[in-house]
């Protein structure tokens, strides 16, 4: 399997300084970037707070949001050593995302820039989980003649992409209902897990058997439909839980494992019929970013579909930028501001159903 990375080379004269703000949803996210290098990143997580009510709560987000936004970003500046006239731009997600929240973070950075004077940079945040395993590392020139492709499992998206180059994108599958990340929380919810549970639904899942219980595999044997959908499987997973109450500890574990197995075996089945039936050039590169790119049961099986076809599989240096963060909207503005892509703070405004492509 080769070793090459990916993307691109700059030199020093062409890395610029960037404060990133992203409240796409419910972390109060900074970050101070420089080129693709991460400075500083501060995220200030709200889920404790939506734990009560089972997911996020809009209008909490919002208030927690303006709350917080400020000492973020006080605290982001101080940790890159630097000060803000020392940026060069303020780039900031205006979608998708909760339309509320995304209110917040956009009103501070419209302010920033015309206080100080800084070009602005709107920002799409699934671009930014994208190009999230592009920060921290060096990149040699892609050869133009092979095909790249992007993969987001977040808890808000589940989309596959083609690059054809940053900044164009083309959706080759993306999900018809809950993205993979909300499926696995509704999952641990169901198994009594608290919200969010993906996480620890991930760790009972390491202890069980997964063949324990059978589970559908969603859209088994119509993958060219090329989309992500978890309805069903939730649905199966509903009823099969109620059948096994009282649930035991060993349940539980069993029951994780089988129930994340199959949610990640259908993401795999899809991702592999877009690879078998690609009409281009060669893939080359998959870059993986989002919340469950955390996961390292999901890593493992990425790793092997990528050994299977001779595909280099890339993922954020750090768990820290899988979820939502700002060090990620730092980097896709990066490279939006190499294309000279920048707004008038005047027009700046939030686009809560954003789409990736152009």
């Not at 109060?28 to 997580?45: F, H, P, R």
């Not at 054809?164 to 994108?169: C, F, K, L, Q, R």
């Not at 608290?194 to 088994?220: F, Q």
């Not at 060669?282 to 299977?308: C, F, P, S, T, Y």
């Amino acid at each position: 399997m080769r070793e090459k990375s990916i993307g691109e080379t700059f030199n020093e004269e062409h890395k610029m300084k960037i404060l990133a703000i992203d409240t796409s949803c419910d972390e109060t996210a900074v970050a101070v970037t420089d080129g693709t290098k991460i400075v500083s990143n501060i995220v200030w997580s709200q889920a404790s707070s939506h734990a009560k009510f089972g997911g996020v709560m809009p209008s909490l987000a919002q208030r927690m949001h303006e709350e917080r936004i400020d000492w973020v970003i006080d605290r982001a500046i101080k940790g890159s050593g630097l000060k803000i006239n020392n940026m060069d731009a303020i780039a900031v997600t205006v979608g998708p995302g909760l339309s509320i929240a995304l209110g917040v973070g956009i009103d501070r950075a419209k302010k920033l820039a015309i206080k100080y004077n800084k070009k602005l940079i709107a920002v799409n945040h699934l671009e930014g989980h994208v190009l999230s395993p592009l920060a921290n590392s060096k990149f040699e020139t892609s050869d133009s003649k092979f095909l790249m492709l992007g993969l987001v499992v977040s808890g808000g998206n589940t989309i596959l992409v083609k690059i054809n180059e940053i900044g164009s994108y083309e959706v080759l599958a993306q999900t018809t209902d809950d993205a993979l990340g909300e499926a696995l929380d509704k999952g641990a919810r169901m198994l009594g897990l608290g919200y969010p549970g993906g996480a620890t639904l991930e760790k009972l899942a390491r202890e069980g058997e997964i063949d324990s219980y059978k589970l559908p595999i969603p859209i088994l044997g119509q993958e060219k439909r090329r989309i992500f959908t978890y309805s069903g499987l939730k649905t199966a997973m509903s009823r099969l839980t109620e059948s096994e109450k009282p649930l035991t500890k060993r349940k539980i574990q069993n029951l994780a494992a089988c129930f994340q197995g199959v949610a990640f075996e259908h993401i795999i089945r899809v991702l592999r019929y877009c690879i078998v039936h690609s009409s281009e050039s060669k893939i080359q590169d998959l870059l993986v970013g989002g919340g469950v790119a955390a996961n390292i049961e999901l890593r493992k099986r990425l790793r092997r579909l990528g050994k299977e076809f001779d595909i280099s599989v890339h993922f954020p240096y750090s768990k820290k930028i899988t979820g939502d963060n700002a060090a990620m909207v730092g980097v896709a503005a990066y490279f939006k501001a190499k294309r000279n892509e920048y707004i008038d703070p005047v027009l700046v405004d939030r686009k809560p159903n954003a789409k990736i492509t152009n």
